[in-house]
């Protein structure tokens, strides 16, 4: 990629990247500027959609939705975590040269999920059916990120993906003791009302 464009033209390449990652196209890591301008316009880009999921509720007259800075602080611990997680399996694998690709290809797909998710939620296209789909295609691309961008074999990336589950499971954890939900809101999920 050339590293005098602009960032919508580094948006539009990389929708195509994590198109290719979503089908398993080998050439996915060309569309993605792997240069430090690159990370810091997919930390841009993970930025504004944090930013915009975090707004949404407010702006879709969500009750309780929980603030915005409850939102960016979760969404800000979970991918610590991950990071986290991901690094230390990176650093045994010795390939710490595929953190940075690991990242920009990441922030990209978040970037692009998350407004395919908010997408929905604001056209009333939600449930159970949605989320079991959002969810297989993120397992999709997280293992073609591992396995394209950062080019790991195979038992390499289930420890990869094993080692970002336990990463985001402990965030989860650390999200829900730090801000437990409303008894109100606990006895509702928990009795299905």
């Known amino acids: 990629m050339a590293q005098q464009s602009t960032f919508l033209e580094e948006l539009m390449a990389a929708g195509r990247g ?9 050439r996915a890591g060309s569309y993605f500027d792997f240069s430090q301008r690159g990370l810091a316009g997919s930390f841009i880009a993970l930025l504004a959609v944090t930013a915009l999921n975090a707004t949404l509720p407010v702006i879709l007259g969500v009750k309780d939705s ?7 602080l979760m969404v800000a611990i979970l991918f610590v975590m991950q990071l986290a997680f991901s ?4 650093r045994q694998l010795k390939r710490m040269d595929g953190l940075v690709p690991y990242l ?3 922030n990209w797909a978040t970037f692009f999920l998350t407004l395919i998710s908010g ?10 059916p949605v989320l079991i789909v959002l969810a297989i295609v993120v397992i999709v691309i997280e293992v073609n990120i591992a396995r394209l961008i950062v080019t790991l074999s195979p038992l390499q990336i289930a420890m990869f993906l094993v080692a970002q589950l336990v990463g985001v499971s402990i965030g989860l954890a650390i999200i829900g003791l730090a801000f437990p939900a409303p008894p109100a809101a606990a006895t509702a999920q928990f009795f299905g009302a």
Do not use: F, K, N, T
């Open 87 to 90: 690094a230390i399996v990176l």
């Open 18 to 26: 994590v198109i290719g990652l979503l089908i398993g196209d080998r």
């Open 104 to 106: 920009i290809a990441d």
């Open 66 to 72: 929980g603030g915005i800075a409850r939102s960016i």
């Open 119 to 128: 997408a929905l939620a604001a056209a009333g296209i939600d449930g159970d």
